[in-house]
T-cell receptor
Framework: DSGVTQTPKHLITATGQRVTLRCSPR?????VYWYQQSLDQGLQFLIQ???????AKGNILERFSAQQFPDLHSELNLSSLELGDSALYFC?????????????FGPGTRLTVT | TQLLEQSPQFLSIQEGENLTVYCNSS?????LQWYRQEPGEGPVLLVT?????EVKKLKRLTFQFGDARKDSSLHITAAQPGDTGLYLC????????????FGTGTRLTVIP
């Protein structure tokens, strides 16, 4: 158990819909990272937040957005869903935003878009 | 094109055999990590290497960071069925944003 929690574990929804994935980092960790893992693309970095502020952006679509709240939990919002958005979405946390030697991953949310 | 290429992509070996997984890039990394991921779970950090030429051992696993910090290898001695999983290398680029770039992955199956 990494100490990072993600909900829900599974999510099935239809194209065009909007969903919210939730992540609670390890106690004391200020950075939260979101990743997408699909069969053909591997594990792709989406976005990072540090202590409530966006710190780095990766391959995140404009239809996706995220935020980190004062209690440090984070949410990833996916809208206008397409079949290709079906994937595992992981959240990871680390203590700092610099020299991120170690990231601890949650169990993931499996999103299926039908 | 992936920043970090791993080879082989798939590996199936008998219990007790040795194996090496490679992680290569044309970019220089300030640090490099190895993760193992099991089906339905998130990646679990195995090791972090930060110095060129560094070698770290974790029981039967030996990790090496290349002198130029562009590549790494993972060697497993006397593989066991419990070693089965997806092995991922991940690195932070020098002078880049502090986010991890993950390798393409090596799926290892150890047959009892």
């Amino acid at each position: 158990d990494s100490g990072v929690t993600q909900t829900p574990k599974h999510l099935i929804t239809a194209t065009g819909q909007r969903v919210t994935l939730r992540c609670s980092p390890r106690s004391g960790d200020l950075s939260v990272y979101w990743y997408q893992q699909s069969l053909d693309q591997g594990l792709q970095f989406l976005i990072q937040y540090y202590n409530g502020e966006e710190r780095a952006k990766g391959n995140i679509l404009e239809r996706f957005s995220a935020q980190q709240f004062p209690d440090l939990h984070s949410e990833l919002n996916l809208s206008s869903l397409e079949l290709g958005d079906s994937a595992l979405y992981f959240c990871a946390s680390s203590p700092t935003d610099r020299e991120t030697y170690e990231q601890y991953f949650g169990p993931g949310t499996r999103l299926t878009v039908t | 094109t992936q920043l970090l290429e791993q080879s082989p992509q798939f590996l199936s070996i008998q219990e007790g055999e040795n194996l090496t997984v490679y992680c290569n890039s044309s970019s220089v990394f300030s640090s490099l990590q190895w993760y193992r991921q099991e089906p339905g779970e998130g990646p679990v950090l195995l090791v972090t290497v930060v110095t060129g030429g560094e070698v770290k051992k974790l029981k039967r696993l030996t990790f090496q960071f290349g002198d130029a910090r562009k590549d790494s290898s993972l060697h497993i001695t006397a593989a066991q069925p419990g070693d089965t999983g997806l092995y991922l290398c991940a690195g932070i680029i020098v002078a880049g944003a502090n986010n991890l770039f993950f390798g393409t992955g090596t799926r290892l199956t150890v047959i009892p």
